[in-house]
């Protein structure tokens, strides 16, 4: 089992930045990948970046250059860094994390947090 708080998320404007965080119940080292989904109005929920426990990083086209995913194994946290943010950006960011038990896949989610770019 794995609990996820999340933390970050408001209000900007275009071109500013947020930072998100994600605080993991237990070792991220545990944890097969970490990771963040948004879902805007209308939308299906997609990925936006993951980093796995190995510390390889997937970022969706639409963010590459512009987040970072990072995570810090002593506080068991993963932060994602979002600059240069777009209106497009808009939705509501879900921290994810998943893991691989006996050919099972076990999958968490966060409570949600709103990002909102305003034009």
């Known amino acids: 089992q794995v609990q996820l708080v999340e933390s970050g998320g408001g209000v900007v404007q275009a071109g500013g930045s947020l930072r998100l965080s994600c605080a993991a119940s237990?070792?991220?080292?545990?944890?097969?990948?970490m990771g963040w989904y948004r879902e805007a109005p209308g939308k299906q929920r997609e990925l936006v970046a993951e980093i796995t426990s190995g510390g390889s990083t997937n970022y969706a086209s639409s963010v590459k250059g512009r987040f970072t995913i990072s995570r810090d194994s002593a506080k068991n946290t993963v932060t994602l860094l979002m600059n240069s943010l777009k209106p497009e950006d808009t939705a509501v960011y879900y921290c994810?994390?998943?893991?691989?038990?006996?050919?099972?896949?076990?999958?968490?989610w966060g409570q949600g947090t709103q990002v909102t770019v305003s034009s």
């Open positions: 994810n994390a998943y893991l691989w038990r006996y050919a099972e896949k076990y999958e968490y």
């Open positions: 237990r070792s991220i080292f545990s944890i097969n990948a």
